[in-house]
């Protein structure tokens, strides 16, 4: 149930607060700094209320992940605050909604006892709805739960400006505990161990600014582990900014102005921008921001984008993928992740999601899927693409389809790869020919034994 209800959602977050206390102070500026963050955020605009929450707010209360409750003086003397209050929990209870309450200028132990100046508001709705016991009890029992909830507490942060940063990080991590993928046929398997140990390489709370380099074939989930990435430690930096598909995109006409564009835009959050990495320099220079370089072929690329690396502040991070160690070298990239194939078990996973719709072979096809997995080496892309291929096909086709594969690569599969040895140079090619065509069986000493001779009868 608690699923379902968090997958429908129409919003991320539902403030619930007090208009006349918080609205043109630190409820308008949470609601700010979430939208710049792409959070979808509801918040009731209506100065006059009457005596019943609407049905459109009791929706949007039942349509949002998260609701954030802000506690302030005056928010026990609404009987609309207080009926959303309730709402609120009720749907805390039911659809396990998370509930993140913000004591703004007052102490959680009034809210929970109402005590105090809290005490006094809710003293004069009390007074005015003293026949209506039950509506009262329920409002007191509400109180005193969401008082009990983990928040955050204004006096213990002194600048209002780091409580709301503090609040919207917070938002930041519970969402995506609602949203992760849990079982994700798209999804590649192992991702989380790479995705932390790129984290620890980076180390996202030092103060040097560095590239990470992202190496490896083609096919072998580079861009899938970086995005991953991005999107896991991205809310932490002033801009950010994934340029997917570097090299497809300048092959473009104008790709060029247009992933600048997307770059300076991304960073400064600003859509009308001048393309000029220099006139932005001192904003950018002032600015801790995250970029990722997706599929680079050669530094160029990286020159023409960004120029280098000296206008950034010591906190930015610099991602780059590639299948060209070299660019890496060229850029000064002294950290770089190696991206190998998936563990077998993994492998066998993810093929069984496409191929199966589950997490393991069905009955009879364990031997052929074990066949598939020798072929396709721990590699996502071939895993994938075999895997939907082979979906609902009976055993004869599987049968003939590995025997094809040992001498016909399928078409997905091959245009992928092919992609590696066009970036070679001619002499890299021959070579390349030479031992695909005359050293098949052979062993991978006599193979560099016949490369090391050959260059010594010629030169680059």
């Not at 026990?76 to 805390?92: F, T």
């Not at 995705?195 to 989930?221: C, F, N, P, Q, R």
């Amino acid at each position: 149930m608690a699923s379902s209800y968090r997958n429908n959602k129409k919003y991320d977050v539902f403030v619930s607060f007090r208009g006349e206390d918080t609205r043109d102070n630190f409820t308008s500026h949470l609601y700010s700094s979430l939208s710049r963050q792409n959070i979808q955020t509801f918040i009731d605009d209506q100065l006059n209320r009457g005596d019943e929450i609407s049905e459109s707010l009791v929706n949007a209360i039942e349509a949002s992940a998260i609701s954030v409750i802000v506690f302030s003086e005056g928010y026990a003397s609404s009987r609309w605050c207080l009926d959303e209050l309730v709402k609120i929990l009720q749907c805390k209870k039911e659809y396990a909604q998370i509930v993140i309450p913000v004591f703004y200028r007052v102490d959680p132990s009034d809210v929970r006892n109402q005590t105090g100046s809290f005490g006094d508001s809710f003293s004069k709705l009390e007074e005015r709805l003293k026949e209506n016991t039950e509506k009262l009890q329920s409002w007191r029992n509400a109180l005193e739960e969401a008082a009990s909830l983990c928040g955050f507490h204004s006096p213990n942060i002194r600048r209002e400006s780091e409580l709301i940063n503090e609040v919207v990080n917070h938002i930041f991590k519970r969402l995506d505990e609602v949203f992760r993928p849990r079982d994700n046929n798209n999804q590649l398997v192992g991702v989380e161990s790479k995705v932390e140990e790129i984290e620890s390489l980076l180390g996202v709370e030092s103060k040097d600014v560095y590239a990470l380099g992202i190496w490896g074939i083609g096919g072998i989930a580079k861009t899938t582990i970086a995005r991953a990435t991005f999107d896991k430690i991205s809310r932490y930096f002033e801009g950010s900014c994934f340029l997917e598909n570097v090299r497809g995109e300048l092959q473009r006409p104008g790709g060029l102005t247009c992933l600048r564009q997307k770059l300076l835009s991304n960073l400064l959050k600003d859509k009308n921008v001048i393309l000029d990495i220099g006139r932005n320099f001192r904003r950018l220079s002032r600015m801790k921001v995250l970029i990722v370089f997706d599929d680079v072929t050669c530094f160029s690329q990286l020159e023409s984008l960004i120029g280098s690396l000296d206008w950034l502040t010591p906190v930015s991070r610099i991602i780059i993928t590639t299948r060209n160690k070299q660019v890496l070298r060229n850029w000064g990239v002294r950290k770089i992740y190696e991206m190998g194939p998936l563990e077998y078990h993994h492998a066998l996973e993810l093929f069984s999601r496409h191929a199966f719709k589950r997490n393991h072979p069905d009955v009879g096809y364990e031997k052929l899927s074990s066949k598939v997995m020798k072929y396709a080496q721990g590699v996502p892309l071939a895993i994938k693409v075999l895997g939907c291929f082979l979906y609902k096909r009976e055993k004869e086709v599987w049968e003939s389809a590995i025997n094809k594969l040992q001498s016909i690569l399928h078409p997905s599969i091959l245009e992928v790869l092919k992609i590696s040895c066009d970036g070679l140079y001619d002499k890299e090619k021959n070579i390349f020919l030479d031992v695909a065509c005359f050293f098949q069986g052979e062993g991978v000493n006599l193979v560099v034994k016949s490369f090391i001779i050959t260059l010594n009868y010629h030169t680059w």
